[in-house]
């Protein structure tokens, strides 16, 4: 019993090694929060020494645990919201935090990409974030490996083309929407007259 759970350690270590940086990175897009995205990581991983220790094994171990991390992610997301529209914030871990330039990076990205179409939006982030080819892609989506090339493309179209024209109100509201805080009654009138922020608005809600 001692052996076996040496292998399945030992098998977790080389996961941990070969993919946690992908899903971090994944993690912290989604969730804005570096310290979000690290407890995302343990949770994932968590789960995978679970499923070995039944002795199923992950044989596409990446798209597993991206699978995993953004199903808890998009529960963060709706915790946090929750606890906005109650009126108080989820406790914060004291962890290191990014720095303002670093932070003010990620929130620009962040708003740009949620007012992408979903699919887009999750195209792209698995491509030029996590690092996953396009049959890996299709497989976290349920799509086809052309399908996921259309989508890329289509999205880096619609960043390019949006990246000059993003207003700083936008930006505001939309950075607000993804930390899960409720807008305010201008913001409320800014998002009614603004398609991207509405899209982003939306998506934001469903993932909730």
Known sequence: MQAQDSRYAAR?????????????????????????????????????????????????????????AKHRSLNMLRDRREASMAGHEPPVAARVQ???????ALASVRSMLWALPESQHQAFVLRHWSGLSQDEIADVLGTTPGAVESLL??????????????????????????QGLAPTLDERSHIAGCRRCRTAQARLLRAS
């Open 12 to 68: 977790l270590a080389a996961l941990y090694e070969s993919h946690a940086a992908d899903v971090f990175r994944y993690a912290l897009h989604l969730t804005g929060r570096r310290e979000d995205a690290e407890d995302v990581v343990q949770f994932v991983f968590l789960q995978a020494f679970g499923t070995l220790e039944t002795g199923t094994e992950l044989l596409h171990p990446r798209r597993w645990l991206i699978k995993a």
């Open 98 to 104: 990014p720095g303002p330039e670093q932070a003010e």
């Open 153 to 178: 493309i289509r999205a880096r179209r619609t960043l390019l083309e949006g990246r000059d024209q993003v207003r700083s109100e936008c930006a505001r509201v939309r950075d607000r929407l993804v």
